[in-house]
């Protein structure tokens, strides 16, 4: 129970967190001046209008980035219960961490040799 | 959270219901810990700018109240006034939710911070993954900005922001094992009392090093502010936001350097940990204020003094230097850790400062060993690319010498 | 205390699953791409407070880590990138009926999986007897008579999700 109490803490901290920095915007949405016109709202392209849809070229690097990271970030989670227990194990613990975290550096070594982490 | 229970108790036993009471002294705790950083962000605008000035060689805000102090709240009031423009064909629940929640994702580290020995939020079991599972939140929100603004360039640049940010994170994860790792547990307070024998910032200076490298990169401080740059690309992807909710990105971004100093000292400099601490709380928060901001200090040094790097140069450094110093520094840790269990030099008991020595500097020994291996191995990296210009000027030179 | 015949844990218990059906709905209903993913990632924060619920609070902080900070991610990049800025919208399929039998055939499948325990032989009522430490699973991952090996070939998946992905967009770049 007391477990679950230090989480009611966390939620009520998720609730609360974004409402105080809203606290300012709203002050500020009623101490400041509103008057929109055309020219104040249209999209700020250096001083330029826009034509044309707004279209933002595909870049298969983004992707490629993101996908590196979703792997690595799967590999941080199950190195972390390993590091956590890790004091109270022994050399075969550490030859399956070895084994799991040279798998993983293979795969990015392969990456890098076939150029997917350089930007364009 | 004890203190939170106990306030809980005083207002039950004062007749109110317990539940209620319980839910009140929560309540009040979370405001208490998450107007902290809000606060100290006021007084931090005020230090950046001192001290960028001081850097460059000029004097820095000083005209409003003592030596300037007063400047942020000139700023605030000015920021205030400013109208809010909303750009025409903006996504406006996503546009106006996506400053709060970027600052939100700072706050919440707070929660787990251990303050003192006695205060803190709460202690969760979790508490270093926490601090990187909200860390991600904040690339959410990011994003979220920049599409919300309906200008391709504010796109553009929050997708460069995100590929920073993500890959950053990688090294900033391995980088935080290693002191959960040594202490044993993921719990900050746990980490911070398992540096009573030696704080990890010597047992693991790798790991300070790739944390504070990568905590730089997560913030998008130099040398890693090419979005921001306010000379580049047209100031990224919050171009289209005016006013206070400019502001909080602002203020986030500085609370957000701060908050990465404390947690430098939390996991790697000992945290409230000095003399008297136990005695007297108040000195513990003193401590872990105090090195939180040498480390602030740092960063805000490197910040004025060093050239950006170019996102490919950035993404280059991440993912072929970072990411494979962070994983050899994390095997080669492991392995000694086993080496000295076997050996017979852990110490008996961690608190100790003599017992720690021997595996304190084995493990500093290992360090310097990966530093060199890394380091090494960049420099004959960099010495081949020089031999490689050099062989390319080399047949002009020498068309010039026969023409001569 | 107890509001209205609800325990805390109840109430909570509702909020997080409003959060996560209310968000798989948007997700399904609502026209617009972008506003899609984040309903996505409001059912998701809804699953991560059912794992904390749950007594799991290490699977609560993978969620929002890995679903939402990295698979949130890379939806709105796959969203935002193929996708004008001013055409986000996209039309219902008319074949809705026939993904609603597979879905609901599923459904079932695993809701009769759950309630009569045809996995790992134990009972709901059982599972929730079980109490185990994050330190626990760093054990039971390396221990040689527990989940070493789906430990390391876990890390093969990985491996093999990398390079196919690296595959395929290398195929598509030189196109």
């Given at each position: 129970m007391n477990v679950l109490n230090e989480w009611a803490f966390i939620g009520v901290f998720f609730l609360i967190a974004p409402l105080l920095p809203a606290l300012p915007i709203l002050l500020g949405a009623v101490f400041a001046p509103h008057k929109p016109n055309a020219i104040k709202t249209a999209t700020y392209e250096c001083g330029v209008e826009t034509v044309g849809d707004t279209w933002v070229q595909f870049k298969v690097q983004y992707y490629i980035y993101g996908l590196i990271f979703l792997v690595f970030d799967v590999e941080m989670v199950f190195l972390f219960p390993w590091a956590l227990a890790y004091k109270q194990l022994d050399f075969f613990a550490f030859g399956a961490g070895l084994l799991f975290i040279f798998l993983l550096t293979d795969a990015l070594f392969y990456a890098w040799g076939k150029n997917a982490l350089t930007w364009e | 959270m004890d203190c939170i229970n106990q306030l809980a108790q005083c207002l039950n036993q004062g007749g109110m219901d317990s539940g209620l009471a319980q839910f009140i002294s929560i309540f009040l705790g979370v405001v208490l810990v998450a107007t902290f950083p809000l606060l100290v962000t006021i007084l931090l605008i005020w230090v950046e700018r001192k001290f960028a000035a001081r850097i460059q060689d000029r004097i820095g805000p000083n005209r409003v109240g003592p030596f300037g102090l007063l400047q942020p709240i000139a700023d605030v009031v000015k920021l205030l006034s400013k109208e809010n423009i909303t750009p025409a064909g903006a996504d406006k629940p996503i546009y106006n939710l996506a400053p709060p929640f970027m600052v939100a994702a700072v706050l919440l580290?707070?929660?787990?911070?251990?303050?003192?020995p006695y205060h803190f939020g709460v202690d969760l079991e979790i508490g270093a993954l926490y601090v990187i599972t909200v860390a991600s939140i904040g690339t959410l929100a990011v994003m979220m900005a920049g599409w919300a603004s309906n200008n391709k360039y504010a796109l553009l640049g929050a997708f460069r922001v995100v590929a920073q940010l993500i890959s950053y994170e990688v090294p900033l994860a391995m980088a935080v094992l290693i002191p959960v790792m040594l202490a044993g547990s993921m719990s900050l307070q746990d980490i911070v009392k398992a540096q009573?024998?030696?704080?990890f910032v010597f047992a693991a200076p790798l790991s300070a090093i790739l944390f504070f490298i990568s905590s730089q990169a997560e913030t998008g401080r130099?040398?890693?502010?090419l979005l921001e740059a306010e000379s580049e690309l047209v100031a990224g992807f919050n171009i289209e936001y005016s006013g206070m909710k400019f502001a909080m990105f602002f203020a986030g971004e500085f609370m957000h350097v701060f908050t990465n100093g404390v947690l430098m000292a939390v996991l790697f400099t000992g945290g409230w940990i000095g003399p008297f601490a136990e005695q007297a709380p108040l000195l513990g928060l003193i401590y872990l204020l105090g090195k939180a901001s040498v480390w602030y200090m740092i960063s805000l040094w490197v910040r004025n003094s060093v050239p950006r790097l170019r996102i490919d140069q950035m993404m280059d450094f991440n993912w072929k230097f970072l990411v494979p110093m962070s994983i050899l520094n994390v095997l080669v840790i492991a392995f000694l850790l086993q080496v000295i269990k076997q050996v017979g030099?852990?110490?008996?008991?961690?608190?100790?400062f003599i017992q720690n020595l021997p595996q304190t500097v084995v493990l500093l020994l290992g360090n310097v060993f990966v530093g060199y291996i890394m380091l090494s191995w960049v420099r004959s990296k960099g010495r081949q690319a020089r031999a490689a210009d050099e062989a390319k000027k080399m047949p002009a030179a020498a068309v010039h010498a026969v023409g001569d | 205390m107890v509001v209205g015949g609800l325990t805390p844990q109840a109430i909570a218990f509702g909020f997080f699953t409003i959060l996560t059906l209310g968000g798989a709905f948007g997700v399904v209903l609502n026209k617009n791409l972008v506003r899609g993913a984040v309903w996505l990632i409001v059912s998701l924060f809804g699953i991560a407070g059912m794992f904390v619920l749950l007594s799991a609070p290490f699977l609560a902080a993978v969620q929002v880590m890995?679903?939402?900070?990295a698979i949130g991610i890379l939806f709105t990049f796959a969203v935002m990138l193929t996708r004008s800025m001013t055409n986000m919208r996209q039309r219902f399929t008319t074949q809705w009926w026939s993904a609603l039998i597979v879905v609901g055939l599923l459904f079932v499948f695993l809701m009769s999986g759950v309630i009569v325990?045809?996995?790992?032989?134990?009972s709901p009522e059982q599972a929730g007897d079980v109490v185990a430490t994050t330190t626990d699973l760093g054990v039971a991952l390396v221990d040689g008579n527990q989940f070493v090996l789906p430990f390391e070939v876990a890390s093969l998946l990985l491996t093999a999700a990398i390079i196919g992905a690296i595959v395929i967009a290398r195929q598509h770049e030189e196109e």
């Open positions: - | 580290v707070w929660a787990v911070i251990p303050l003192t009573y024998g030696m704080w130099a040398p890693f502010d030099l852990t110490p008996i008991d961690p608190n100790n | 890995v679903y939402i900070g325990p045809v996995w790992g032989g134990i």
